[in-house]
């Protein structure tokens, strides 16, 4: 059966309202807008920050002034308040800046490729992405590369293809992780990278409307989260950074608990 091509992470659904159901929180209202943020899963997160360290190294060679203008490049580049033009010659700006000092690729390169992707342009980020990506390959972070290889596979639309990769990055992290259980200092992975791969497995899995395996994910998300109050998660699992990242998402008073109950009750409806 053909997949729809659009990204959609609800169902379409009336406009929320300020009611005790549920399905009309403002959170689902929330989610549905940051769905393709979420399903992307903050790329540019994990590339900035298994490069900070280059960045603090290498700061010294540039000239302050540099620093400064590509920040500042770079917040107008990625502001949606600024007009269409005002951002393209903000890139354009930043990237003589980084020709000028390739020590400041690992801050920036990122970081573009995810406000490319969000606004629609794939193929404009490709080229930021990949330099990214080539650098986890560099720093030999297998899990990492991955992740940030199937972000593309996402944005290029090949929903399948990436829930497929993500599904077996999922199989591969929980067998090294169970390997080098005696030598956690060792797994190539953090906490962060498994949550928000389930995360992304669960918003695929919606797009691709497939029940009862989304249905299964977001009850694996609530077994860490109770486990990680227990304190019983798995040794290559930080509890507590899970219960962080679970609060992050979360919008006013509503956690992301309430969005996995509301998926829950229309996956039953179903």
Same mark, same amino acid.
């Given at each position: 059966?053909?997949? =729809?091509?659009?990204?959609?992470? /609800? ?7 300020w009611s005790n159901t549920l399905e009309?929180?403002?959170?689902? +209202?929330?989610?549905?807008?940051? %769905? ?36 500042? =490049? ?34 920036? =390169?990122?970081?573009?490729?995810? $406000?490319? /992707?969000?606004? %629609?342009?794939?193929?404009?980020? +490709? ?21 940030? +290889?199937? @972000?593309? @596979? ?13 599904? @077996? ?11 080098? +259980?005696?030598?956690?200092?060792? !797994?190539?992975?953090?906490? /962060? ?18 029940? @009862?395996e989304e249905l299964a994910t977001w009850?694996?998300?609530?077994? !860490? ?5 227990? %304190? ?5 699992? =930080?509890?507590?950074?899970?219960? $962080? ?16 109950? $509301? ?8």
């Amino acid at each position: 059966m053909k997949k =729809d091509s659009k990204l959609h992470v /609800l169902p379409p659904e009336p406009q929320p309202s300020w009611s005790n159901t549920l399905e009309e929180h403002p959170f689902i +209202q929330w989610a549905s807008e940051n %769905g393709k943020m979420l399903l992307y899963g903050l790329l540019a997160l994990f590339l900035f920050l298994i490069f900070f360290y280059r960045l603090i190294g290498g700061g010294s060679s540039a000239n302050q002034a540099d620093f400064v203008n590509a920040e500042r =490049d770079y917040l107008t580049f990625a502001s949606s308040k600024e007009e269409p033009a005002s951002q393209t010659s903000s890139l354009e700006s930043l990237n003589k800046i980084l020709s000028a000092h390739p020590e400041l690729h690992p801050k920036y =390169d990122g970081l573009i490729a995810e $406000t490319l /992707l969000v606004r %629609g342009k794939a193929k404009d980020a +490709q080229s930021y992405a990949m330099a990214a990506i080539n650098r986890t390959e560099d720093e030999n972070q297998p899990f990492y590369t991955q992740y940030a +290889q199937n @972000t593309l @596979t996402i944005a290029n639309e090949r929903y399948e293809e990436a829930l497929k990769a993500a599904t @077996t990055m999922k199989q591969e992290m929980e067998q090294k992780g169970l390997e080098l +259980q005696s030598n956690p200092e060792k !797994i190539p992975f953090g906490t /962060l990278l498994y949550a928000l791969n389930l995360l992304r497995i669960g918003m695929l899995q919606q797009q691709l409307n497939l029940k @009862t395996e989304e249905l299964a994910t977001w009850q694996e998300w609530k077994t !860490i989260v109770n486990k990680s109050r227990e %304190g019983s998660t798995p040794l290559y699992l =930080d509890g507590q950074l899970f219960l $962080t990242l679970d609060r992050l998402l979360a919008e006013g008073n509503a956690s992301f608990s309430t969005y996995i109950q $509301t998926r829950e009750k229309l996956l039953k409806k179903g």
